[in-house]
């Protein structure tokens, strides 16, 4: 089987030289790619019978900085990304054309982050809203509202705090080497707005994966939910990933730290403190090394995990509830 795989393999796209991100636009079938020299590329499938990809545009959106992290709008807002660089800063490209002229990428908006630096950005929100949230450097989380749905210049801040709950209120100076966001999938005429988000620094308060969600009554976001076993909060997060709920009585939360992969069960019916209940359901092994980023499947049924040591694995659970890994991708040697 193993000789079968290998015999299908073939390359679908070559990555411009000093490449150091991607990003996969599902809808559209493109691929995003940012470099260390500051460029934006974007490949597509431009023969309907391959299934390789082309580079059909490159833009140097900056000259000083590379690209660290790229992130799609979700595509019934257009086409357009998110870049976050090297340098800290955060902007959004969009795709356009200027009296009837050829689709160009042009700067839309440029948002203001002082002298903290955007470690992650994710966009979500409800069926009528669109939302990024961004975490920076200093804990902090700030969260834009789109006010004009058909222009992607107009964003206003509808939030800022900083990630903690209970007592404490602030955390002074801090410095966060990352972070990682995961917004809830909304499905359906769902309108909840809720996402996860967790830090990777020295202070614990910071650290541990939160679930926050929008107040509709009070107009404001309030933490439902905290990912972590009290002997675990002081431990560093690198990734955090919500799965689609397709009919499930709770939703189910991956959160990565230095002891592996924990899966995690949130209730969807809060408790008489305004929280929602959490139950850790298993602890995934295998990666020799950190794990820096997860995905879901559509079903919410596969997650896929990648880290240092350079392989994908991909995990599921039987109908008994158990977790194990079910396939091993491994970078060849050239």
Request: hydrophobic share 40%; charged share 20%.
């Amino acid at each position: 089987m193993l000789a079968e795989v290998r015999e299908m393999e073939k390359s679908l796209v070559s990555l411009d030289k000093g490449a150091t991100c991607s990003a996969w636009n599902y809808c559209g079938q493109r691929l995003a790619t940012g470099s260390i020299d500051g460029t934006l590329a974007v490949f597509e499938s431009t023969d309907p019978s391959s299934s390789s990809f082309t580079c059909t545009s490159r833009t140097k959106i900056h000259d000083g900085s590379g690209v660290t992290k790229l992130v799609w709008v979700p595509p019934e807002y257009g086409d357009a990304v998110a870049c976050i660089l090297a340098d800290g800063s955060l902007s959004l490209w969009e795709e356009v054309s200027e009296e009837s002229g050829p689709l160009e990428w042009k700067l839309c908006k440029t948002f203001q982050g002082g002298s903290n630096r955007v470690l992650d950005v994710q966009f979500g929100g409800s069926a009528k809203s669109l939302k990024l949230v961004a975490a920076y450097s200093d804990g902090y989380v700030k969260i834009y509202e789109l006010l004009d749905l058909l222009d992607l210049r107009k964003w206003q801040l509808q939030a800022e705090y900083q990630n903690v709950i209970g007592t404490v209120s602030k955390i002074g100076s801090c410095t966060c080497l990352s972070a990682s966001i995961s917004w809830k999938v909304q499905i359906g005429e769902c309108r909840q707005e809720s996402f996860v988000i967790a830090y990777n620094t020295d202070i614990s308060q910071l650290n541990s994966a939160k679930v926050w969600e929008f107040d509709q009554d009070h107009q404001r976001w309030v933490p439902v939910a905290e990912l972590a076993l009290p002997e675990d909060k002081s431990n560093p997060v690198y990734s955090v990933a919500w799965a689609p709920n397709v009919g499930r009585p709770y939703e189910q939360i991956a959160v990565a730290t230095q002891k592996g992969i924990s899966i995690w069960n949130l209730g969807l019916n809060p408790e008489m403190d305004g929280r929602l209940g959490v139950e850790k359901v298993a602890s995934l092994s295998g990666h020799n090394g950190l794990v820096w980023q997860m995905e879901w499947d559509m079903s919410g049924m596969t997650l896929a995990s990648t880290g240092s040591d350079g392989a994908v694995r991909l995990w599921q659970s039987n109908l008994n509830g158990i977790w194990r890994e079910q396939a091993i991708l491994e970078p060849t040697a050239t």
